[in-house]
């Protein structure tokens, strides 16, 4: 993310000296502090639920794509910071509204709020690659292609950064043009090396584990099951589209800067939280599976009928584990009420191929589920 300030008025510590580009009631703050807002809330809501999933369900110890999630949001939350200061310094507002000092500050600003982006949707990324390692460990052929796709979005989170802090020399001519002999990359070329790289390995990483999953030694309704869960960050790649897509429209070359980069600073915003999101959605799966299973347990109660999946009827919790129904009580009837209160889930537990016979290929993914019941007597 970055912007040509060549043409910014005041950005040399000279007074504005444009022409009006609006009317003052002119403001486009409000739609990005609510964009922003709601898209934080929902990455630092599903990192919360991926880390209670975690230590509460699956009754696992935080490993490195859940530490490296953690740090997406934080880098996420400082690009949320940097958002802020950038509209109390002139973003979603004309320039000419805005004093010298403040578009200082502004560009100033910038410059940090790239740096922080670029490092939040690399560890997003970063997080998905390992959580695959520990899921498909076993399948040593997707060892390499995750090596080369880290090795990518680290490589280009380091160039990002570096050309971001460098892209003028010296550096503090990005926002004082007053100094001779000062000059810039060519801002277009930038945007462009940064977002087509950054959409090419969101796909990338998107389809990595589809042919993998879809060689395990599943039916092919639980295959594509299982490709769904790994898909739903999909719509983060839609949301980088978008994103380039408002990219092109906007002349970072305008004088009225802090007007026309609005539209691309709330999506920039909007994409690094779901990019966190997305990263998270994976993991939540044995949550979203405890909660189906008292839904239908719940429903068995109330119906009557048998819960054929997960238990022999509404007073007992078959164990799929152990094959026969944990805390079973012989007392029938209505005076008997089972609770579910608690259960541990497997998240993708991936069994090596040896295990399941000579002749296979490749692993197969298998969930465990455990339920400890209790009863009240009425």
């Not at 910014?8 to 964009?35: C, K, L, M, Q, Y």
């Not at 949001?73 to 400082?78: A, D, V």
């Not at 997003?124 to 979005?153: A, D, E, M, N, T």
């Amino acid at each position: 993310m970055s912007l040509q300030s060549s043409q910014v008025p005041g950005g040399n510590g000279a007074p504005p000296t444009v022409p009006v580009f609006g009317s003052p009631t002119d403001d486009r703050r409000e739609p990005v502090r609510i964009a922003m807002s709601i898209c934080f809330a929902a990455a630092a809501i599903a990192v919360l639920l991926r880390v209670v999933t975690k230590t509460s369900f699956t009754k696992a110890k935080l490993w490195w794509d859940d530490w490296l999630v953690l740090f997406a949001l934080i880098w996420s939350l400082g690009f949320f910071i940097c958002t802020i200061l950038l509209m109390n310094y002139g973003l979603g507002r004309h320039v000419d509204l805005t004093n010298s000092a403040a578009i200082t500050n502004f560009l100033k600003t910038y410059l940090p709020a790239a740096c922080f982006y670029a490092t939040s949707i690399s560890f997003s990324k970063l997080s998905i690659l390992v959580f695959y390692w520990r899921i498909f460990r076993p399948i040593k052929q997707i060892h390499l292609p995750i090596y080369i796709l880290g090795s990518i979005v680290v490589a280009w989170n380091i160039a990002i950064v570096l050309v971001v802090i460098f892209q003028c020399t010296p550096v503090n001519f990005w926002w004082n043009r007053s100094i001779i002999g000062g000059k810039c990359v060519d801002n277009t070329k930038f945007l462009l090396g940064n977002s087509v790289p950054n959409i090419a390995t969101d796909i990338a990483i998107l389809l990595l584990p589809i042919p993998f999953i879809w060689n395990l030694q599943q039916s092919s309704g639980r295959k594509l099951a299982l490709i769904g869960i790994f898909m739903l960050g999909g719509f983060v790649c839609v949301v980088s589209i978008i994103r380039l897509a408002i990219q092109l429209q906007t002349d970072f070359t305008s004088p009225d800067l802090s007007w026309t980069i609005t539209s691309f600073v709330m999506w920039t915003n909007v994409e690094t939280n779901l990019a966190v999101v997305s990263s998270c959605l994976p993991s939540l799966r044995p949550v979203l599976s405890v909660l189906g299973v008292r839904a239908k347990n719940t429903f068995s109660r109330q119906s009557g009928y048998k819960n054929t999946a997960y238990g022999k009827s509404s007073q007992g919790v078959e164990s799929r584990k152990f094959g026969k129904p944990k805390g079973y009580s012989p007392h029938h009837g209505s005076d008997t009420d089972t609770h579910i209160v608690s259960a541990e889930v497997d998240e993708y537990p991936l069994v090596h191929s040896r295990s399941e016979g000579a002749n296979s290929k490749m692993g197969g993914i298998q969930v465990d589920r455990e339920f400890r019941v209790t009863e009240d007597r009425r």
